[in-house]
């Protein structure tokens, strides 16, 4: 008989974790998760506060603050005395040649010849320089200021806009008040209207300031290409003047220094709103030489200057042979007064919009 009160053998149990037999539908057990690291949470930078108030005006599309709302962000020194000297420069440029060609006699002689000369070709010539001076009004002086300030307004750039308007005002109040009130004409020459002052010419006055206010308003990559279009149209209308005995060389060469001299002026007295866009390879503390100007500009001013040398050289040359020294050329004393008056204009005119495009662009480097 068996004892059913003895103890049950030990049986051996499967190792955990082993897949003992064949049962049908037997699930292994699960490997055990490994433990995640715990890694501590990077809090994000806390957002700097506004200002309270709207935001900045921008000078573009992107969204960028005019640099006059940048702080520290003032006007340079050294262009600024530049431009002032300048100005001086061509104040007494003006003063020159009313005492070279106006009071003396040798010099009222050449003017006059170079009036008379205008006679030759008149005909053809005038049915070209018509148009042009019936251009210069009133009516074109508001226009070339209103799209002037227009262009500076829309910039975010109210000072600039009160430059262009002082420029443009300023330029053809000065030829005036020189014309009636400051300067006269000694009656040196038997002619009739001796000892009427025709110097400055006013025409040149407006389409030179027209010329040089824009030149100012619009951004920095356009001075370039506005200062080329602003030299010929200027160019083109005191030729025209010649041409049409309207004035002499030497009223057309005081009217575009009357404007230099304003133009100069008012880029002395830039300030913030004046700036430019800091732009790259434009640094502060650069110089006056090839760090302060763009390839495009140095490109374009010496172009200007080289058109200069060359037509100034012939003026010279032209003015030393009317007044008795130096070479002379093969034609008349009126119709070599009148060339040499003509390229003395454009070389001139060249030679101050060069000027006014190194000043401009100076002080308005950031």
Same mark, same amino acid.
């Given at each position: 008989?068996?004892?059913?009160?003895?103890?049950?053998?030990?049986?051996?149990?499967?190792?955990?974790?082993?897949?003992?037999?064949?049962?049908?539908?037997?699930?292994?057990?699960?490997?055990?998760?490994?433990?995640?690291?715990?890694?501590?949470?990077?809090?994000?930078?806390?957002?700097?506060?506004?200002?309270?108030?709207?935001?900045?005006?921008?000078?573009?599309?992107?969204?960028?603050?005019?640099? %006059?709302? *940048?702080?520290?962000?003032?006007?340079?020194?050294? =262009? #600024?005395?530049?431009?002032? &000297? !300048? @100005? +001086?420069?061509?104040?007494?440029?003006?003063?020159?040649?009313?005492?070279?060609?106006?009071?003396?006699?040798?010099?009222?002689?050449?003017?006059?010849?170079?009036?008379?000369?205008?006679?030759?070709?008149?005909?053809?010539?005038?049915?070209?320089?018509?148009?042009?001076?019936?251009?210069?009004?009133?009516?074109?002086?508001?226009?070339?200021?209103?799209?002037?300030?227009?262009?500076?307004?829309?910039?975010?750039?109210?000072?600039?806009?009160?430059?262009?308007?002082?420029?443009?005002?300023?330029?053809?109040?000065?030829?005036?008040?020189?014309?009636?009130?400051?300067?006269?004409?000694?009656?040196?020459?038997?002619?009739?209207?001796?000892?009427?002052?025709?110097?400055?010419?006013?025409?040149?006055?407006?389409? %030179?300031? *027209?010329?040089?206010?824009?030149?100012?308003?619009? =951004? #920095?990559?356009?001075?370039? &290409? !506005? @200062? +080329?279009?602003?030299?010929?149209?200027?160019?083109?209308?005191?030729?025209?003047?010649?041409?049409?005995?309207?004035?002499?060389?030497?009223?057309?060469?005081?009217?575009?220094?009357?404007?230099?001299?304003?133009?100069?002026?008012?880029?002395?007295?830039?300030?913030?709103?004046?700036?430019?866009?800091?732009?790259?390879?434009?640094?502060?503390?650069?110089?006056?030489?090839?760090?302060?100007?763009?390839?495009?500009?140095?490109?374009?001013?010496?172009?200007?200057?080289?058109?200069?040398?060359?037509?100034?050289?012939?003026?010279?040359?032209?003015?030393?042979?009317?007044?008795?020294?130096?070479?002379?050329?093969?034609?008349?004393?009126?119709?070599?007064?009148?060339?040499?008056?003509?390229?003395?204009?454009?070389?001139?005119?060249?030679?101050?919009?060069?000027?006014?495009?190194?000043? #401009?662009?100076?002080?308005?480097?950031?």
């Amino acid at each position: 008989m068996t004892d059913r009160t003895l103890p049950l053998p030990d049986l051996p149990q499967p190792a955990r974790g082993r897949v003992v037999g064949t049962a049908k539908g037997y699930t292994p057990p699960a490997a055990p998760a490994s433990k995640a690291r715990r890694t501590r949470p990077v809090r994000p930078p806390a957002p700097r506060p506004t200002p309270p108030g709207p935001p900045p005006p921008s000078d573009d599309a992107g969204g960028r603050p005019t640099p %006059a709302r *940048v702080p520290g962000l003032q006007p340079r020194l050294r =262009p #600024r005395i530049l431009a002032s &000297v !300048v @100005a +001086v420069l061509a104040l007494w440029g003006v003063w020159a040649t009313w005492d070279t060609l106006v009071v003396s006699e040798r010099g009222q002689r050449a003017d006059q010849l170079a009036l008379e000369g205008a006679v030759n070709g008149k005909g053809v010539l005038w049915e070209l320089a018509e148009p042009v001076l019936g251009v210069v009004s009133n009516t074109f002086v508001g226009l070339g200021l209103a799209v002037a300030v227009i262009l500076a307004l829309a910039r975010g750039r109210w000072w600039l806009a009160a430059q262009v308007a002082i420029l443009v005002a300023g330029s053809n109040l000065t030829t005036q008040l020189l014309k009636h009130a400051v300067l006269d004409r000694p009656a040196l020459l038997d002619v009739p209207r001796a000892d009427i002052n025709t110097l400055p010419s006013g025409h040149t006055t407006v389409a %030179a300031s *027209v010329a040089a206010g824009l030149l100012i308003a619009v =951004p #920095r990559r356009w001075r370039p &290409v !506005v @200062a +080329v279009a602003g030299a010929a149209y200027t160019a083109a209308t005191g030729v025209s003047t010649l041409i049409g005995q309207w004035h002499r060389p030497s009223d057309v060469v005081a009217a575009v220094l009357v404007v230099l001299a304003w133009s100069a002026g008012v880029c002395a007295l830039s300030s913030p709103s004046s700036l430019d866009e800091p732009q790259a390879g434009l640094g502060r503390g650069a110089g006056l030489g090839r760090s302060a100007l763009e390839p495009g500009t140095s490109g374009v001013v010496g172009l200007l200057l080289l058109g200069t040398a060359a037509t100034g050289a012939l003026a010279i040359g032209a003015l030393g042979s009317v007044r008795g020294y130096g070479w002379g050329l093969p034609f008349g004393g009126d119709l070599t007064a009148y060339m040499g008056g003509m390229l003395g204009v454009i070389a001139v005119t060249l030679a101050s919009f060069a000027l006014l495009l190194v000043v #401009r662009q100076s002080t308005a480097r950031p």
